[in-house]
């Protein structure tokens, strides 16, 4: 998975790409408790421009008069040819976040090509042989469908997209010369412009695919994306003088650097005082009734740690004459994923567990001043549209963010995202398999 961060001011800004819809949200805490959230999501329309360069082979037949105004003293017949070219172009995109299907208009202003063939004719005494170029400039329009095969984070390969469309080539200028060279007597070489022309507006097709490469985030609503692409393309005859039928090949690569600017959502996400509330009752009760067996009919219950990672809650012993089991301390291993689960499929709440791991979770943060922790929030399917999954597993990310945030851990030490109900690891059909799947990840890293 590509997870990018970045630390703006008090927040945290968590930036997955997908694609190409990135979404960045950025949150704030206000000094009244309150949670400022501001989402940015990729739009639909992008502009942008490019440079290419192509190789070119040309097949068919070319056929030019050996003398240009003679035609009657024999035609020049060169088959295949190679060639180059180079092309800018500008572009604009249509491609709506989290659709697999697209539209790309670019417009070429200026597109050079070159070509040239060699001929021979047979039984020739003077080894006379025939070379032609061919020069021109032009303008070209090109149409294409988008399509993304892969959406979303985690995907294999973010970014990766195929196009297909159709050109439309209007010719600036262009001309044509031949050489001719005589071996067996002397050298001698001699060029001649020619009159015939390739056709003044030519049709072709392409397909090829590129690649979306995040760049960066411009001020508050642009970003920028990099796409290397490799493209064929072909077409009908380029010229057919004197019954042509010379048809060109390119492979094009390129490089264009599109900018999009950026739908914002804000809204504000009030400061939870049910937790708060049952904290402070909790401290006040250990400052009152430390725990002790002798003294005490406040028995703790146990935290027990299985070997998943899961966190379960045990049942408290009875307080009569009975001894008081010793609880099990929460070990917080580094590299193992601790997931714990939520009573229903929109809770966000820290659950008893949660927050007894968080507690312990704290202690070893303020010992181990080096390590980071990763949070990821998951929902279950529990039919509510992918908008909504994806707010209730950030909220759930964010809830053990703000707790370890309020116990004097540095957000900087702190990433979460929210995957929504993408990444289940039971069966969604049945209520055990929704349970395990809305939870939380936890996870310490060195």
Request: net charge neutral; charged share 20%; with cysteine.
């Amino acid at each position: 998975m590509s997870i990018r961060h970045f630390l703006i001011g008090c927040g945290v800004v968590t930036l997955w790409a997908q694609n190409p819809d990135w979404k960045v949200t950025e949150q704030w805490l206000t000094p009244q408790g309150d949670t400022i959230v501001r989402e940015r999501q990729a739009a639909e329309w992008w502009v942008g421009v490019g440079i290419g360069s192509s190789g070119v082979g040309y097949f068919g037949r070319l056929r030019l008069p050996r003398i240009a105004d003679m035609p009657e003293r024999g035609i020049l017949e060169f088959r295949h040819g190679i060639g180059a070219g180079a092309s800018v172009w500008v572009q604009g995109e249509w491609s709506p976040a989290g659709q697999h299907w697209g539209a790309v208009l670019r417009l070429v202003p200026w597109e050079t090509w070159r070509g040239s063939s060699r001929f021979e004719p047979v039984g020739s005494s003077t080894g006379e042989q025939y070379e032609v170029e061919v020069y021109g400039w032009s303008f070209l329009l090109s149409a294409s469908a988008r399509y993304a095969p892969g959406l979303g984070a985690g995907t294999v390969w973010e970014g990766l997209h195929g196009i297909v469309g159709v050109d439309a080539r209007f010719l600036w200028n262009a001309w044509e010369r031949v050489r001719q060279v005589f071996r067996n007597t002397e050298r001698v070489e001699e060029w001649h412009l020619l009159r015939e022309q390739p056709l003044p507006m030519w049709l072709g097709v392409h397909v090829g695919v590129g690649i979306d490469i995040p760049v960066t985030l411009w001020g508050e609503r642009m970003r920028s994306f990099m796409t290397p692409l490799l493209m064929v393309q072909t077409g009908l005859p380029l010229q057919r003088t004197w019954g042509s039928t010379w048809t060109p090949v390119a492979v094009r690569a390129g490089l264009s650097v599109k900018l999009g600017w950026d739908q914002l959502h804000e809204y504000r996400r009030p400061k939870d005082t049910s937790s708060q509330l049952f904290l402070a009752q909790g401290a006040e009760l250990q400052r009152e009734l430390p725990w002790s067996a002798e003294k005490e009919q406040l028995v703790p219950i146990p935290l027990l740690v299985g070997a998943e990672g899961s966190t379960t809650v045990g049942t408290a012993p009875p307080a009569s004459g009975a001894q008081t089991p010793i609880p099990q301390r929460v070990v917080i291993v580094p590299g193992r994923v601790q997931r714990f689960s939520y009573p229903t499929p929109t809770a966000v709440g820290l659950t008893p567990e949660l927050r007894s791991y968080l507690d312990a979770l704290v202690d070893y943060l303020r010992a181990n001043p080096g390590v980071e922790v990763r949070i990821v929030g998951h929902t279950d399917e529990f039919g509510g549209t992918l908008e909504e999954t994806q707010r209730i597993s950030e909220q759930r990310a964010q809830q053990v963010v703000e707790y370890l945030v309020q116990r004097g851990i540095s957000r900087s030490r702190l990433f979460a995202s929210g995957m929504g109900a993408r990444q289940p690891i039971a069966d969604n059909r049945t209520p055990q398999g929704r349970l395990q799947n809305r939870r939380v990840e936890i996870m310490v890293v060195q």
